[in-house]
């Protein structure tokens, strides 16, 4: 089946560690994203990647980093710089000229 | 910069009810997208409007796109318990450019 996958799907992290998400998609999507959302909020947009090799900032890219050296994966990586990261952490794809983005399950991420 | 505002907020309704919620941008948009998220699950699509005027339905679910392009509306009929959860719009403005959230909706459907 294709899909959007991301794991841990519940992850600790004690303050100071940096810690990576994982987001692996098999829908041959080109562009891929990053999203985070806290209670009572909508989806905020941290980094996104149209193509391998290359990614931007989102609006709230601060103390995150982001790699694609594969079409199919987008880790995040959730540094010590990054200074409240207790959230849930969502994956997206789409097809390059796509509006529709698919959502991967969601890692929620809690730091003790 | 662009935003949505969702509203209502939060609901809470009798099983059997029907639903209403809508969204209203600053800006224009040429894609309207509805979501809906279950508890601890990330977001699925419901519903995609390309048009302005444009009215589609999903089974019990119904959304048009407004004709100003600065709004959306999503209505839902005779609820049922497994609609509850957290419906969210979200407006396109070109291909391959942001997608912008708005807020949520948190319905909750009581028995």
């Known amino acids: 089946d294709g899909g959007i996958t991301q794991s841990p799907k519940y992850l600790f992290r004690k303050e100071g560690q940096n810690v990576t998400l994982s987001c692996e998609q098999n829908?041959?999507?080109?562009?891929m994203y990053w999203y985070r959302q806290d209670p009572g909020q909508g989806l905020r947009l941290i980094y996104y990647?149209?193509?391998?090799?290359?990614?931007q900032k989102g609006d709230i890219a601060e103390g995150y980093s982001v790699s694609r050296e594969k079409k199919e994966s987008f880790p995040l990586t959730v540094t010590s710089a990054q200074k409240n990261p207790t959230a849930f952490y969502l994956c997206?794809?789409?097809?390059?000229?796509?509006?529709?983005?698919?959502f991967g399950p969601g890692t929620r991420l809690t730091v003790l | 910069g662009q935003q949505l505002n969702q509203s209502p907020q939060s609901m809470f309704i009798q099983e059997g009810e029907d639903v209403s919620m809508n969204c209203t941008s600053s800006s224009i948009f040429n894609t309207w997208l509805w979501y809906k998220q279950d508890p601890g699950e990330g977001p699925v699509l419901l519903i995609a409007?390309?048009?302005?005027?444009e009215l589609t339905s999903n089974g019990r679910l119904t959304a048009q796109f407004g004709i100003t392009r600065k709004d959306s509306f999503l209505n839902i009929s005779a609820s049922i318990p497994s609609d509850v959860g957290i419906y969210f719009c979200?407006?396109?403005?070109?291909?391959?450019?942001?997608?912008?959230f708005g807020q949520g909706t948190e319905l909750s459907v009581k028995p």
């Open positions: 997206a794809s789409t097809y390059a000229s796509g509006t529709v983005k698919f």
């Open positions: 409007l390309y048009k302005a005027g």
């Open positions: 829908l041959n999507h080109d562009a």
């Open positions: 990647s149209q193509i391998v090799n290359d990614f």
């Open positions: 979200a407006g396109h403005y070109n291909q391959g450019g942001k997608l912008i």
